[in-house]
């Protein structure tokens, strides 16, 4: 059985940074602006992971208090 990939008639789909596929009709500023808008920021994201860490925090300090008290 012969190859799909053979040398000369590869089907294959080459993805490559320097693709077709991977590039944006968007610009870099564009990309960001919306990612912004949607709440996707840096700091938004800190404010979230802290947020999370905060409860996650206080979660585990309620499941030592519980165990100790047993």
Known sequence: MASPFTQGTSTALS???GSTVLR???GDET???RLK???FDEES????DKAAL???I???QAEVCFK???
């Open 31 to 33: 990309i960001w602006k």
């Open 37 to 39: 808008e949607a709440g």
């Open 58 to 60: 206080a979660k585990l």
């Open 68 to 70: 100790s008290l047993n």
């Open 54 to 56: 905060i409860a996650y």
């Open 24 to 26: 944006s009709p968007l």
């Open 15 to 17: 993805i490559t940074p």
């Open 45 to 48: 994201n800190r404010r979230r």
